[in-house]
């Protein structure tokens, strides 16, 4: 893997918890040149210090953050490669219970932040080439009853990311979505919150739906091989496409 990645320059949005931080922690070890750009700064910068990455603020709903944030991270790698764009939120409740305020959130870091991650990537990409990679969800593609507002938002991630990924051929631009099942300290956290009978039936549900091993997958041994062979060379023929990393929960038609 580290040789796919060997100075590879490549931006990682969301790098400051769950599986944008695997990825930070990770890529440098394979050769790769890493900015991470998350809106949690203090913890942002200790996690990139300790991995050998590079960090810069930003909030990805923000066109003049996400500009600022990614000119500095492509005047520190001379370039760009690669845009991992891992930043999300995943709120949950009753889809009637869900309010404008709310849905206008989810959609504004979710949809807007990857509308803006990724036109901001294309003026460092149009030239040379390179790989766009969202963050999707088997939700955006098939529903989410409890998210509904956070599943309306990765259809957005895969309608627009097919879109472009047409669109922007013609520079050498791949773009392709990863839809993850991954287990993560958010996910330890909600564990954590359920009663023993809910944790029981949470787990007997889970073992019947994802085929392979019945749990959530590894971030460091699932995830990060498909990141690291999508942003190398050897995906360079390969677009509009959503990749499930869960372990056949969504197998994809």
């Not at 627009?160 to 979505?177: D, Q």
């Not at 971030?219 to 496409?241: E, H």
């Amino acid at each position: 893997m580290s040789a796919e990645l060997q100075e590879r320059r490549i931006i990682v949005t969301g790098g400051a918890s769950g599986m944008g931080e695997g990825i930070v922690r990770t890529f440098p070890s394979l050769g790769a040149r890493v900015v991470a750009v998350d809106l949690t700064a203090e913890t942002g910068q200790k996690i990139a210090a300790e991995a050998g990455a590079h960090f810069v603020t930003c909030d990805v709903s923000d066109p003049d953050s996400v500009g600022d944030a990614f000119a500095k991270a492509v005047d520190h790698l001379g370039g760009l490669d690669v845009l991992i764009h891992a930043a999300g939120i995943a709120p949950g409740g009753p889809a009637e219970e869900i309010t404008l305020d709310g849905w206008q959130k989810i959609m504004a870091v979710n949809a807007t932040g990857t509308f803006l991650t990724n036109l901001a990537a294309f003026e460092h990409l149009k030239e040379n080439g390179g790989r766009i990679i969202n963050f999707a969800s088997a939700a955006g593609v098939q529903g989410y009853p409890g998210k509904a507002a956070y599943a309306a938002s990765k259809g957005a991630v895969v309608a627009w990311m097919r879109s472009v990924a047409v669109e922007w051929g013609r520079h050498g631009i791949t773009v392709n979505a990863i839809a993850p099942a991954i287990w993560t300290p958010m996910y330890d956290r909600t564990r954590a919150s359920m009663t023993p009978d809910q944790l029981a039936a949470h787990d007997a549900q889970m073992a019947q739906s994802i085929p392979l091993g019945g749990r959530l997958g590894d971030v460091q041994r699932d995830l990060v091989p498909v990141l690291s062979f999508l942003s190398g060379d050897g995906a360079g023929f390969m677009t509009g496409q959503v990749f499930p990393v869960d372990g056949g929960t969504l197998m994809m038609r």
